[in-house]
C-alpha cells in the first residue's frame, strides 16, 4: 500500500490519497496520468492490468487501486 | 386522496397560469395599430383604424393580393368601399386571423381570398401559435418586451390608424416574363395541404355566419400559377360552393401584357397590371348587386380625402 | 402527418412526449414497454422514414453478434473446464482469436455502414480535387446519402455493446425488444447521450411506473433546457449566421464577440437538449447519463473534455484510448520510452499515439470536413502541451511561490481554457478552413471598437435589448451552475419549499419562456446542431 501512495504521489503530488475518492471523477487523474500509473503498477506489482479493468470505480481511490491489485496478483 | 389533492393541486396550477397569460396579454397587446405600438403587418391591419361598418369588401391572400388590387382605384371609379388585407407570405392561419379582426369592427358582404396563398403549407407550430394567439395574444406580441412603456399598462387599445392606400401596395418597374403557355390545360390537380383545406373550411363557415359572400379570385401570375391549380381551386369552389374566378383564363376581360405590367418577371403586376385586374374586379363587384355607391355619403368624407392623398401620391410616383 | 424537426418541436413536446406519458402511466409494466419501443420507432419514422431499417439492421446484427460470442466464451468455458492446465493456454489463445475475428467482421460491418454514408461525399470529392491538382482526368461520382437520424449516435451504442460482451463485462442479451429499446429509445436517438448497455439497457425495460417526483424533476428539468434553447440559442443565431455567413464584411471585434456567442450557442443548445432529453427519461424513471459538467469551470482543456460532451469523450476513452495505448506494440514503447526519458514523458509517447487516433475521430465524428479534423487537431495540440508543459508549470510555479489553488489562479486557469475553447469553436463553425483562419486573422488585424462606440454592433442581428436577456439569462444559469458545483441538487430544494414557492419557479420559467423565447416572425430557430453529426 505504501508502495502504491508513493506511485501516486510521484504522478501528481497535490492529492491527499489517504482521503480522496474521486481520482477520476474529481479531474485529479487525467487519461496520461493513467498510463502512467498503469505502467508504474505493472512494473512495481508485477501484474498486467488489461483494459477492462480501467475504469472510475477501479481509479477513484487508493483503496479501490489497492484491490485490484491484490486482486490480479491473485488471479496471476 | 394523494391523488385527489394532486388534481386539485395541479388544476390550481393550470388556473394561475391561464390568469397569467390573460393579464400579459393585455400588457403585450399593441395599442393602436401603428409600428411604433409593435403592431405587425400596419398595411394589413390598417383596416382596424377605420370607421366601424364602413368596408364592403375585404381582400385576403398574400403578396399577388396586395400588388393586384387597388381599393382606391374601386371607390373612385364605383364608390364601393374595400380594404386588402393581404400580407407578404401570408399562411391561412394568418388569413383566418386577419378575418377575424376585420368582421370585429366591420361587416362586409363580399370576403375575396386570393388563391395563391390556398397553397402555402401551414407550419403545424404556426398553427398552433396562431391557436394560441387567439386566446392569449401574448404568444404573438411576446417580443414587444423590447418596447413596453407606461401606456402599455394603463392604455387602452384605439386603433386610430387609416391607410390612405387601404392596403394595396404600389410597385413599379418593369421586368417581362414571357411564359406565354403557363395556362396550358391539362387534368392533373395540384394537391392542397390537409391543415390548409381545414384552415379554407373554417373561413368558409365564418363567412357563411357573418351574411359575407366568399368569392375565390386567382391574380394573373405566370410564376405561381397553372393550370393544375386551377383545377384544385375550381373543385374547392364547387364542394364549398363559392364563386371562383381565374384572371389567368381571361385574357380578353384583363389583358395582362407580361412584358410590361410585371415589375419580377411574371411573379407579380406592377402598377400597370393592378389598373387592369381592379378595373375587372370593380365590374365583377357591380354585377353582383350586393354593394352601394359611397360617394356621395356624408360617413364617407374621410375615403374621398383618402383618395386625394393617394391619387397625388401615385401621379408623383409615376412621373 | 408529423414532422419533427427537433426535440424543441410542439409536435415532439406537445404530442409525442406527453401521450406517451399518458399511455405509459395508466398501462401495466408489460405494455409500458412496448409503449416505449413503439414511440421510439414512430419518432424514429417521422424523422427519417424508410431509413428505420438501418437502426433495425444494427439491432438485429449486435443481437445475433452478440449472443455469437457469447457462445463461443460458452464454448471455451466447457473446454477449459475439461483440459489439464498446461493446455489452457492455447486453447484461451484460440477462442481469443476466434472472438476476436467476430469484432473484427461486427465493427466493420457497424463502422462501415457509419463511414459509407457519412464520409463517401467528402472522400470522393477529395479525391476530385488531389486527381485535379495531378492533372488526371478523371473525376469520380460524388454520391449522396441520407442519413438516418442519429446514426452517429446509435452506432457508437452498438458497437459499445458487443465491445462490452466481448470483453465480458456484460452477458449477450437474449432478448431482441430490450436490446431495441436501448438502442432507439426516442428522447436519446437523435443527440444522445451515448448510453451503455450497462447503464440503461435493464432500466429501460423495467418501465418503472411514474413516480410524482421523477414527474416534476423532469418536467422542470425540461423547462430548464427549453429556456437555454429559446432565450438564449435561439436568440443569438441571426447574429451569428449573419456574421459567420459573410465574415469578410466584419472587423475584428464583431468577430470576437460572435465567436463567444457562438461557442456559448452551441453550449447552450446542446446542453439544453440534454436537459430535455435527460429530464423526459427521468418522467419514465430513467436515469440517463450526465453529458455535461459545468464544462466552462475547467482549468485545462483535458478537463474540459471530460465535463464537455462526457458520453462521447468516454466512449473514445474506453474504446480507442485505452486499447490502443495498452496495445502490446505500445506497451513495449512505453517500457522502453520510461527507461530513457523518465516517468512522465515515458508514457506520454504512446499516449500521445493514442490521443492522436481519438482525435482523429473525434474531429471525422463531427463532420466529413478539413476544417473537423483541424478542430480535432487544435485539441490533440492543446492536450498535448499542457502535458508537456505541466511539470515545467509546476516547478516554476513552485519557484515562484504561487499558490496553484488560490482563487486568482485557477480563475486564470478557467479564463484561459475557456479562451482556447471559443477559438476552437470558430474553426469548428466557420463554414471552410481558409474562412476560418481569416476570420481568426482578423481578431488582430482588423480589431477595432468603432462598432461598439457608433452602436452598429448592435444591428448586426442582435439589439441591445437581445444582448441584455442573454446576458440576463446567463446570470441565471452561472447561478445554477454554481450551486450544482457544490453539490446542492436545485430540484430537491425546491421540492421542500412551499407550494406558492415552487409555483413561482414553474411560473417564472414558463412565462420566460413564452416572452422571451426568439420564437415567432422573425426568428429562425437553431437546427438541431448536434443532431446532424
Given at each position: ?24 471523477d ?18 512495481a ?17 487508493a483503496?479501490?487501486l ?11 | ?55 364592403d ?42 378575418l ?6 366591420q ?31 401574448v404568444?404573438q406580441?411576446?417580443?414587444?418586451w ?72 386567382s391574380?394573373?401570375?405566370?410564376k ?76 364617407y ?19 | ?14 404530442f ?8 405509459y ?72 482469436k476466434?472472438q ?45 446519402f ?6 452517429s ?48 439497457a ?73 436537459d430535455?432529453v ?58 522502453r ?6 516517468n512522465?514523458?515515458g ?6 499515439i ?9 474531429g ?22 499542457g ?80 444582448f ?35 409555483y413561482a ?8 419562456i ?13 437546427d ?6
Open positions: 500500500m505504501e508502495k502504491l501512495i508513493e506511485i501516486l504521489e510521484e504522478i501528481q503530488p497535490e492529492v491527499d490519497y489517504s482521503a480522496c475518492t474521486d481520482l477520476v474529481g479531474h485529479y487523474l487525467d487519461s496520461l496520468s493513467i498510463l502512467s500509473l498503469v505502467a508504474d503498477l505493472e512494473d506489482f508485477d501484474i498486467t492490468i488489461p483494459t477492462v479493468e480501467i475504469i472510475p470505480d477501479n481509479f477513484n481511490s483503496d479501490s489497492w484491490k485490484m491489485i491484490l486482486r490480479l496478483q491473485e488471479e496471476g | 386522496m394523494v391523488y385527489v389533492k394532486r388534481g386539485i393541486s395541479v388544476l390550481t396550477f393550470f388556473m394561475g397560469l391561464t390568469i397569467f397569460l390573460v393579464m400579459l396579454s393585455f400588457l403585450f397587446v399593441p395599442k393602436n395599430n401603428m409600428t411604433e405600438f409593435g403592431m405587425e403587418e400596419v398595411t394589413a391591419n390598417g383596416i382596424l383604424g377605420e370607421k366601424e361598418n364602413t368596408i369588401v375585404i381582400v385576403l391572400g398574400d403578396s399577388e393580393s396586395y400588388t393586384s388590387i387597388s381599393p382606391m382605384h374601386i371607390f373612385k371609379e364605383t364608390g364601393y368601399t374595400a380594404y386588402v388585407c393581404g400580407t407578404s407570405g401570408q399562411q391561412l392561419s394568418y388569413t383566418k386571423t386577419m377575424h379582426r376585420a368582421f370585429e369592427k361587416s362586409p358582404k363580399i370576403v375575396i381570398m386570393e388563391t395563391n396563398a390556398i397553397f402555402r403549407k401551414v407550419s403545424t407550430v404556426k398553427a398552433i401559435v396562431a391557436k394560441l394567439s387567439d386566446f392569449f395574444s404568444f406580441y411576446h417580443n414587444r423590447k418596447s413596453l412603456n407606461l401606456n402599455d399598462i394603463k392604455g387602452k387599445v384605439k386603433f386610430t390608424w387609416v391607410n390612405d392606400f387601404k392596403g394595396y401596395q404600389y410597385r413599379d418597374g418593369v421586368s417581362s416574363g414571357m411564359d406565354k403557355d403557363y395556362m396550358k390545360p391539362t387534368d392533373e390537380v395540384a394537391g392542397i395541404p390537409l391543415l390548409n383545406l381545414n384552415y379554407i373550411d373554417k373561413i368558409k363557415s365564418f363567412c357563411d355566419e357573418n351574411g359575407a359572400q366568399l368569392v375565390f379570385l391574380t394573373p401570375s405566370t405561381n400559377w397553372n393550370y393544375s391549380r386551377h383545377n384544385a381551386i375550381r373543385q374547392l369552389a364547387d364542394e364549398l360552393s363559392c364563386e371562383y374566378v381565374d384572371l389567368n383564363l381571361l385574357p380578353a376581360e384583363v389583358p395582362i401584357n407580361w412584358n410590361r405590367d410585371t415589375y419580377d418577371k411574371g411573379d407579380h403586376l406592377n402598377y400597370s397590371g393592378a389598373v387592369k385586374v381592379t378595373n375587372f374586379l370593380l365590374k365583377y363587384l357591380g354585377k353582383t348587386q350586393l354593394l352601394t355607391d359611397h360617394r356621395s355619403d356624408p360617413a368624407e374621410k375615403w374621398h380625402d383618402s383618395l386625394k392623398k393617394y391619387e397625388a401620391d401615385i401621379a408623383e410616383k409615376l412621373k | 402527418m408529423f414532422h419533427f424537426q427537433s426535440y424543441f418541436s410542439v409536435q415532439y413536446l406537445v409525442l412526449l406527453p401521450i406517451t406519458v399518458i399511455l402511466a395508466f398501462l401495466p409494466q408489460k405494455a409500458r414497454r412496448v409503449v416505449l419501443l413503439v414511440s421510439s420507432y414512430l419518432f424514429f419514422w417521422a424523422i427519417s422514414g424508410k431509413l428505420i431499417v438501418y437502426l433495425l439492421f444494427s439491432t438485429l446484427s449486435i443481437h445475433h453478434i452478440g449472443l455469437w460470442l457469447s457462445r463461443i466464451q460458452t464454448d471455451e468455458e466447457q473446454r477449459l473446464q475439461v483440459t489439464v492446465k498446461e493446455q489452457r493456454k492455447e486453447i484461451k489463445a484460440c477462442f481469443l476466434k476476436r475475428m467476430v469484432m473484427a467482421f461486427a465493427v466493420i460491418l457497424h463502422i462501415g455502414i457509419l463511414l459509407t454514408l457519412k464520409y463517401t461525399p467528402f472522400f470522393a470529392s477529395n479525391v476530385n480535387t488531389l486527381f485535379d491538382f495531378l492533372h488526371i482526368g478523371i473525376s469520380v461520382k460524388i454520391p449522396s441520407l442519413l438516418p437520424i442519429g446514426i449516435f446509435y452506432t457508437l451504442q452498438a458497437v459499445s455493446y458487443l465491445f462490452d460482451v466481448y470483453r465480458r463485462k456484460i452477458p449477450a442479451d437474449q432478448n431482441l425488444f430490450r436490446l431495441a429499446l436501448f438502442m432507439g429509445f426516442f428522447p436519446q436517438i437523435m443527440e444522445g447521450p451515448i448510453c451503455r448497455y450497462s447503464d440503461t435493464h432500466q429501460l425495460w423495467e418501465a418503472p411506473s411514474i413516480k410524482w417526483q421523477n414527474l416534476t424533476f423532469g418536467i422542470q428539468r425540461i423547462l430548464f433546457g427549453v429556456m437555454k434553447k429559446m432565450v438564449i440559442a435561439d436568440r443569438l443565431n441571426l447574429l451569428i449566421q449573419n456574421v459567420f455567413g459573410k465574415p469578410q464584411s466584419y472587423d475584428g471585434f464583431v468577430i470576437m464577440i460572435v465567436m463567444v456567442c457562438y461557442t456559448i450557442q452551441l453550449y447552450m443548445d446542446f446542453s439544453g437538449t440534454m430535455l435527460i429530464g423526459s427519461a427521468q418522467i419514465f424513471g430513467v436515469k440517463l447519463p450526465e453529458n455535461f459538467q459545468r464544462p466552462f469551470f475547467s482549468r485545462t482543456i483535458s478537463e474540459f473534455w471530460k465535463r464537455w460532451h462526457i458520453t462521447l469523450g468516454t466512449w473514445f476513452k474506453d474504446y480507442i484510448f485505452y486499447p490502443l495505448s495498452m496495445s502490446k506494440p505500445l506497451k513495449k514503447l512505453t517500457a520510452a520510461r527507461k530513457k526519458v523518465g512522465h514523458f508514457p506520454l509517447l504512446s499516449g500521445a493514442a490521443l492522436f487516433c481519438v482525435w482523429v475521430c473525434n471525422l465524428w463531427h463532420g466529413a470536413g478539413w476544417h473537423y479534423l483541424f478542430f480535432g487537431m487544435y485539441h490533440f495540440g492543446l492536450i498535448l502541451c502535458n508537456i508543459v505541466e511539470p515545467f508549470v509546476v516547478r516554476a510555479t513552485g519557484k515562484l511561490k504561487i499558490q496553484r489553488d488560490s482563487g486568482w489562479y485557477r480563475g486564470m486557469q478557467i479564463v484561459r481554457t475557456g479562451i482556447l475553447v471559443c477559438v476552437g469553436e470558430l474553426f469548428f463553425r466557420a463554414e471552410g478552413l481558409r474562412l476560418g483562419l481569416d476570420m481568426f486573422k482578423k481578431m488582430f488585424t482588423n480589431f477595432t471598437l468603432t462598432t461598439l462606440h457608433d452602436g452598429k454592433l448592435f444591428s448586426f442581428g442582435m439589439d441591445r435589448y437581445d441584455l436577456i442573454v446576458f440576463v439569462a446567463l446570470i441565471v444559469i452561472f447561478m445554477v451552475s454554481i450551486w450544482q458545483e457544490k453539490g446542492i441538487s436545485l430540484r430537491a430544494q425546491i421540492a421542500a419549499k412551499p407550494i406558492a414557492l415552487r419557479v414553474y411560473y417564472t420559467l414558463i412565462l420566460a413564452v416572452i422571451f423565447g426568439a420564437y415567432g416572425a422573425g426568428y429562425v430557430p437553431v438541431p446542431i448536434y443532431a446532424s453529426f
